[in-house]
């Protein structure tokens, strides 16, 4: 029996998702019909699937609500391979974006307001440039993972980062060498995280800061999608881990270029610790109706 799927296509710096509005919990799509949607040659294609429902109709959402009950909206985001993640940073801002759109939510430019995810809250402000997210509380994950990756002929130490999801941020020498990936291919990480992680390959800008501003250039393999165009929470590891290895000084604002864009990323300190923060914009392309078998 199959099922018409109204939907929305959107994307943040070429991050691409399929949103849809289901605020009762009614439609839970399976993995595989997820990635049936996610597909770019036989469904919509996209690197993520987005739900908007109540964060009172879903069991992942409960948690969210007692911690903020102005967390009445809860992103239930998933991998194009139908595998469910904590969350998402360009993921985030398209999906406010959907909400003030199809008229779920008002928030005007200066607001903000919580969002539900699987990493906790995440609270979103307007502006006129787009959105920004406080991504909360970030961490070292320890370790130096040992990455090699197709193209790069030597494996390079990686610092891991926890933004909320897990991220292995590596340093290049050169644009060269950031050109020479095939990121198609799934680097490798030893040892292995459990529960896999997001592959970053950062090389500095010359100068790296400029005006107070750090600056950096980025590609990345997304556990579960592979190589996007963008990921919001993998340039805020990159910013992070940069701003690590350049020690004292360093700036807590920085500029991180990715091959769909621009994306800005600050620190700040926050009641709890440190917290970082994703700029950005969020585009809304096209809606459509898809039926599902």
């Known amino acids: 029996m199959s099922f018409d799927l109204r939907f929305t296509k959107g994307h943040g710096t070429g991050n691409d998702f399929v949103l849809f509005a289901d605020p009762d919990g009614a439609t839970e799509l399976t993995p595989t019909q997820i990635a049936a949607v996610c597909d770019r040659h036989f469904g919509v294609g996209a690197d993520g699937f987005i739900r908007a429902v109540r964060s009172?109709?879903?069991?992942?959402?409960?948690?969210?609500?007692?911690?903020?009950?102005?967390?009445?909206?809860?992103?239930?985001?998933?991998?194009?391979?139908?595998?469910?993640?904590?969350?998402?940073?360009?993921g985030v801002r398209v999906f406010m974006r959907f909400l003030i759109d199809q008229g779920l939510v008002e928030l005007g430019p200066g607001e903000s307001i919580a969002i539900g995810t699987r990493a906790g809250i995440r609270r979103v402000s307007h502006s006129d440039q787009g959105f920004e997210v406080d991504m909360g509380v970030w961490r070292l994950a320890g370790g130096e993972p040992l990455v090699r990756a197709k193209g790069l002929p030597v494996a390079r130490p990686?610092?891991?980062?926890?933004?909320?999801?897990?991220?292995?941020?590596?340093?290049?020498?050169d644009d060269d060498e950031l050109a020479g990936l095939d990121l198609g291919y799934l680097p490798i990480l030893d040892p292995a995280p459990d529960a896999g992680a997001n592959v970053e390959f950062v090389v500095p800008a010359e100068p790296l800061v400029e005006a107070g501003v750090g600056r950096i250039r980025?590609?990345?393999?997304?556990?579960?999608s592979g190589e996007t165009l963008s990921c919001g929470t993998g340039a805020v590891a990159s910013a992070l881990a940069v701003r690590y290895w350049a020690g004292a000084g360093a700036p807590d604002v920085w500029r991180v270029q990715v091959p769909g864009g621009i994306v800005g990323?600050?620190?700040?300190?926050?009641?709890?610790?440190?917290?970082?923060?994703?700029?950005?914009?969020?585009?809304?392309?096209?809606?459509?109706?898809?039926?599902?078998?």
């Open 56 to 90: 009172t109709n879903l069991s992942a959402g409960a948690a969210t609500v007692a911690e903020d009950p102005d967390a009445t909206w809860f992103m239930d985001y998933w991998n194009a391979d139908g595998s469910a993640s904590e969350m998402c940073g360009n």
């Open 158 to 173: 990686g610092v891991g980062i926890d933004v909320g999801n897990p991220h292995v941020v590596v340093a290049l020498a």
């Open 218 to 224: 980025m590609r990345v393999h997304e556990r579960g």
């Open 265 to 293: 990323v600050r620190m700040f300190d926050g009641p709890d610790g440190e917290h970082v923060a994703l700029s950005g914009p969020a585009e809304l392309v096209f809606d459509g109706v898809l039926a599902l078998a």
